[in-house]
RNA sequence: CGGGGCGUAGCGCAGCCUGGUAGCGCAUCUGCUUUGGGAGCAGAGGGCCGGGGGUUCGAAUCCCUCCGCCCCGACCA
């Protein structure tokens, strides 16, 4: 039985100024944690707590998929030599070095460590499949730590890694990871949704990111709850509305219109009595593209989307193959469009063959295939074009999925004529699944027999949830919903404690005996109770445990005269008088 | 790494511009009263004003420098 008296939870009426989020203030207004430097923290004992509540329900639905590990933390380079990733990961891998001199690392992942024990043991297919999985800490040296614990530099995380002889048995490996997601996140009281994520230019084949809609997200995401479909916006689609094209002018061709001073979509639209939509946009970049030898060069891209639509620049590089992306200076588009800013467009432009050509690429977004009579920008200081047609007035290196989707655009999976809204927002990240490949076999040198007796490369998948994230993301989660006035609760599944009793004056011998009887039965029941038996006022006590979130409270005040005690459920906002012998079953019921 | 802000008692802040050796609220401790939503009165303790250097008779205050923290951006297997 856990004595309020007698522990250590050190309330703050105030907020430190240097909390923003609501999480963070109420992580550190609960006296959940205390911050030691950017983006490292203690747990102080509600904080573990808590902690220790998600890992129980991370390691349940973990073990009956896999095994638990204990790597550890401390890392021989040698190791990140040989994967190539003691090079690429850069800045944000932590390094030090012994007293010998030798390179070390904190891991911030541990593939390498996982492929390494499966090299060495791993001998036969009939040794697969394997999922090996740990509960450990992770260390970033992240450039902005930021939002309390939602981006620190050390951290909880439970990763695991499954090893198959192919890639059916991935695909199965990677399913049960799926279902054990849904169901630990499920448990700990989450609303997420699993999003289609930019695997990146590694190469994986697959990989969904698990999230929670929350303005302190890092990420925005698309989703459409009817239809099912989600996306990280970097990969996100949408199925547009018809746009009625304009009639032509003239002859139907191209036709070079004076247009001084027009250079924004709205002026162009205004000054033509045209949609926004019924003009050609201009974005102009270099990108950086590396070659197999990973020498970095700039090409010139100059990219062509719907004038009401935005670039998706992860999209975009990944069309043109690139690391990294710069908006073109003036110079440069004198030099590749001959145009000022403003009156860029497509028409005339030698476009490179391939993304691989020297040259200027040109990529189209697809949503202008088909699009006729459009306006565009002629190049030309003051001039655009009207009855523009793509493919018949000019000629692109890419053409692809490279703008942003919009709130409110239909998911692209809805039947046609279905309306199924996206919603865009926010969210965090609190697991990613990964089919990772044979990078880290291969890399390695992970090798197991088959049935015929030939070598084959274990092929891989790797999986992380961010433990804090978990409790974070319930934080704001429910500040969000704000139904609340007295703040965020937990879910009861990650609370620190379930139920608190509060006696109201534990000065009178009859409630102090009545509250520690009821909480000894509460304990009996199977709950975890927490007994505020200090010797405060009713309502700091009241004030307390509502701050610290616990999502149930009983009061046990004057009507336990009549044998009636209050159940206050934060979740309802509701409070009920409850016959004493009848609160475990009422507690149980809710 | 670029831009911005901040650092004064446990927390929230004022004082700095215009130099004269520190103050308010909350919290803490003692006593009395109070006891269902962060009580009242009386009293008390607590600060190397982030560190170092400089200017000055004198620096929380002005100047230089370092450190730390927060926010925006860049970055983020």
């Given amino acids: 039985m856990h004595r309020w008296s007698k522990l250590f939870i050190p309330t703050l009426r105030e907020a430190p100024s240097d909390a923003e989020v609501a999480s963070h203030k109420f992580l550190l207004r609960a006296g959940y944690v205390r911050q030691l430097g950017a983006g490292i923290y203690s747990y102080l004992f509600l904080g573990q707590r808590s902690i220790q509540k998600i890992t129980a329900i991370v390691r349940e639905e973990m073990d009956r998929?896999?095994?638990?590990?204990?790597?550890?933390?401390?890392?021989?380079?040698?190791?990140?030599?040989?994967?190539?990733?003691?090079?690429?990961?850069?800045?944000?891998?932590?390094?030090?070095?012994?007293?010998?001199?030798?390179?070390?690392?904190?891991?911030?992942?541990?593939?390498?460590?996982?492929?390494?024990?499966?090299?060495?043991?791993?001998?036969?297919?009939?040794?697969?499949?394997?999922?090996?999985?740990?509960?450990?800490?992770?260390?970033?040296?992240?450039?902005?730590?930021?939002?309390g614990l939602l981006r620190v530099r050390q951290f909880l995380m439970k990763d695991s890694y499954s090893f198959d002889i192919d890639q059916d048995g991935l695909d199965r490996s990677y399913n049960l990871h799926d279902a054990a997601y849904c169901a630990i996140f499920t448990r700990c009281g989450l609303e997420f949704v699993a999003v289609e994520a930019d695997s990146g230019a590694m190469g994986g084949s697959q990989s969904q990111e698990f999230m929670v809609y929350t303005e302190a997200g890092e990420d925005l995401i698309a989703s459409n709850v009817e239809t099912g479909y989600a996306a990280n916006i970097e990969k996100a689609t949408s199925r547009l509305a018809p746009i009625d094209d304009l009639q032509p002018t003239g002859d139907g061709q191209p036709e070079l219109v004076h247009t001084p001073g027009v250079a924004a979509i709205a002026d162009v639209a205004a000054f033509f009595g045209i949609l926004p939509a019924q003009d050609i946009k201009c974005v102009a970049y270099m990108a950086e593209v590396r070659d197999a030898a990973g020498k970095s060069a700039w090409k010139p891209v100059a990219a062509f989307l719907r004038g009401d639509h935005s670039v998706n620049e992860t999209k975009l590089l990944g069309t043109v193959q690139g690391v990294e992306l710069r908006t073109m200076n003036g110079d440069e588009l004198a030099q590749w469009l001959q145009g000022p800013a403003g009156y860029l467009g497509p028409v005339g432009l030698a476009a490179a063959k391939t993304i691989t050509d020297a040259g200027l690429l040109v990529v189209v977004d697809s949503a202008l295939e088909g699009r006729r009579n459009l306006v565009c920008g002629a190049n030309k200081l003051d001039y655009h074009f009207r009855n523009v047609c793509p493919g018949r007035d000019f000629d692109?290196?890419?053409?692809?999925?490279?703008?942003?989707?919009?709130?409110?655009?239909?998911?692209?999976?809805?039947?046609?004529?279905?309306?199924?809204?996206?919603?865009?927002?926010?969210?965090?990240?609190?697991?990613?699944?990964?089919?990772?490949?044979?990078?880290?076999?291969?890399?390695?040198?992970?090798?197991?027999?088959?049935?015929?007796?030939?070598?084959?490369?274990?092929?891989?998948?790797?999986?992380?949830?961010?433990?804090?994230?978990?409790?974070?993301?319930?934080?704001?989660?429910?500040?969000?919903?704000?139904?609340?006035?007295?703040?965020?609760?937990?879910?009861?599944?990650?609370?620190?404690?379930?139920?608190?009793?509060?006696?109201?004056?534990?000065?009178?011998?009859?409630?102090?005996?009545?509250?520690?009887?009821?909480?000894?039965?509460?304990?009996?029941?199977?709950?975890?109770?927490?007994?505020?038996?200090?010797?405060?006022?009713?309502?700091?006590?009241?004030?307390?445990?509502?701050?610290?979130?616990?999502?149930?409270?009983?009061?046990?005040?004057?009507?336990?005269?009549?044998?009636?005690?209050?159940?206050?459920?934060?979740?309802?906002?509701?409070?009920?008088?409850?016959?004493?012998?009848?609160?475990?079953?009422?507690?149980?019921a809710l």
């Fill in 396 to 588: 692109w290196t890419a053409l692809a999925d490279i703008r942003n989707a919009n709130e409110g655009e239909d998911a692209p999976n809805a039947p046609e004529g279905v309306a199924a809204p996206l919603r865009i927002g926010k969210a965090v990240e609190i697991g990613h699944i990964f089919k990772l490949g044979y990078r880290y076999a291969e890399a390695l040198g992970a090798r197991v027999l088959d049935q015929n007796g030939k070598e084959k490369m274990p092929i891989m998948g790797c999986y992380g949830i961010g433990i804090e994230r978990i409790l974070t993301a319930a934080i704001e989660q429910s500040a969000t919903r704000g139904t609340d006035p007295n703040g965020p609760w937990l879910p009861r599944s990650i609370a620190p404690f379930e139920v608190v009793v509060t006696i109201t004056n534990v000065r009178d011998e009859a409630l102090l005996a009545a509250g520690e009887h009821l909480a000894n039965q509460l304990e009996a029941a199977g709950f975890d109770v927490l007994l505020d038996d200090r010797d405060e006022r009713a309502g700091v006590k009241f004030k307390d445990a509502d701050l610290v979130g616990i999502p149930l409270r009983i009061n046990v005040g004057k009507k336990v005269a009549d044998g009636f005690v209050e159940v206050v459920d934060r979740a309802t906002g509701t409070t009920q008088d409850v016959a004493l012998d009848a609160v475990a079953a009422h507690v149980s």
């Fill in 65 to 147: 998929i896999g095994q638990e590990f204990l790597l550890p933390a401390l890392l021989p380079a040698d190791l990140w030599q040989q994967s190539g990733r003691w090079t690429t990961m850069g800045q944000n891998m932590f390094r030090l070095q012994d007293r010998k001199g030798a390179d070390l690392c904190l891991g911030m992942t541990h593939e390498e460590v996982m492929t390494d024990i499966a090299r060495k043991e791993l001998r036969s297919y009939k040794q697969l499949p394997q999922i090996w999985y740990q509960i450990q800490t992770k260390f970033r040296d992240e450039p902005r730590p930021k939002a």
